[in-house]
T-cell receptor, first 112, second 113 residues
Framework: DGGITQSPKYLFRKEGQNVTLSCEQNLNHDAMYWYRQDPGQGLRLIYY???????QKGDIAEGYSVSREKKESFPLTVTSAQKNPTAFYLCATSTGSRGGYTFGSGTRLTVV | GENVEQHPSTLSVQEGDSAVIKCTYSDSASNYFPWYKQELGKGPQLIID?????GEKKDQRIAVTLNKTAKHFSLHITETQPEDSAVYFCAASTAQAGTALIFGKGTTLSVSS
């Protein structure tokens, strides 16, 4: 089956620790995106990548980092510099030609 | 950059009634307007989209209208059913290459039977 795999579904970390969220796709889509979802805030763009080895900051990139070494993978690292990291994180892909996105099932990160 | 406003934030209707969700956007260069449905604990799913060269698009009980002059677009759901209950997001993207979708804050639709 073609799709997007986000793992793990639930993640708990202690404050001050970096954590990496995984996003893997087998849709052969060029573009990949990371969004953060908080109650009442909608989906806010963290980072996106239109092609391998290239990525751009979104509206709320501070405290996050990404890499795009392979077309299939776009991991997101939540660093200790992110002041309020507890949220639902969504990865998405698209063909890059301004078409619709396909979303993964998300990772809920809780920092205690 | 683009800014998308979505109203209302919550909407409650009786089964069989119609539901309308409205969005406005700020960047006149935006040319793609999708709508997503998100069920609890899941990722959003595309339900319908419209491009700026079209004024209206229908898919069974769902329709989207676009007014480019006023920079707003709307989602219409007719004959609502309990399974339509979910959070709905509108989004917009500009014509510039390499840009990403900007989303509204979402509307929680509740359909009671």
């Amino acid at each position: 089956d073609g799709g997007i795999t986000q793992s793990p579904k639930y993640l708990f970390r202690k404050e001050g620790q970096n954590v990496t969220l995984s996003c893997e796709q087998n849709l052969n889509h060029d573009a990949m995106y990371w969004y953060r979802q908080d109650p009442g805030q909608g989906l806010r763009l963290i980072y996106y990548s239109q092609i391998v080895n290239d990525f751009q900051k979104g509206d709320i990139a501070e405290g996050y980092s990404v890499s795009r070494e392979k077309k299939e993978s776009f991991p997101l690292t939540v660093t200790s510099a992110q002041k309020n990291p507890t949220a639902f994180y969504l990865c998405a892909t698209s063909t890059g030609s301004r078409g619709g996105y396909t979303f993964g099932s998300g990772t809920r990160l809780t920092v205690v | 950059g683009e800014n998308v406003e979505q109203h209302p934030s919550t909407l409650s209707v009786q089964e069989g009634d119609s539901a309308v969700i409205k969005c406005t956007y700020s960047d006149s260069a935006s040319n793609y307007f999708p709508w997503y449905k998100q069920e609890l604990g899941k990722g959003p799913q595309l339900i319908i989209d419209i491009r700026s060269n079209v004024g209206e698009k229908k898919d069974q009980r769902i329709a989207v209208t676009l007014n480019k002059t006023a920079k707003h677009f709307s989602l219409h759901i007719t004959e609502t059913q309990p399974e339509d209950s979910a959070v709905y997001f509108c989004a917009a993207s500009t014509a510039q290459a390499g840009t990403a979708l900007i989303f509204g804050k979402g509307t929680t639709l509740s359909v009671s039977s």
